[in-house]
Nanobody, 118 residues
């Protein structure tokens, strides 16, 4: 069994920054691709960014140039650095593992809420 635990959400002002962390434990394979997805109220869940073990990345067009995904395989953690946040980034952010850059994996975290508001 794989467990994914997200942290780092909270309230941030427009234009601000936030860093999310996803710690993996259990039968996780460090070769897993890990992605961050988000779901805003009334909207479908969407891919924000994903990263392979080797460091290849994929970003949603809406976050390119503002968000950066990275990983530290030694501590089984994937980060999402979010800069220049705007209210449209308000959502619950979920960590996902086991898929590819273009597909969702079978493992999900419980989510962490990010609210961008003044």
């Amino acid at each position: 069994q794989v467990q994914l635990v997200e942290s780092g959400g909270g309230l941030v002002q427009p234009g601000g920054s936030q860093r999310l962390s996803c710690v993996a434990s259990g039968s996780i394979d460090s070769t897993y691709t890990v992605g961050w997805h988000r779901q805003a109220p009334g909207k479908q869940r969407e891919l924000v960014a994903a990263i392979t073990r080797g460091g290849s990345t994929k970003y949603a067009d809406s976050v390119k140039g503002r968000f950066t995904i990275s990983r530290d395989n030694v501590v089984s953690t994937v980060y999402l650095q979010m800069n220049s946040l705007n209210p449209e980034d308000t959502a619950v952010y979920y960590c996902n593992a086991g898929g590819t850059l273009g597909t969702q994996g079978r493992y999900w975290g419980q989510g962490t809420r990010v609210t961008v508001s003044s």
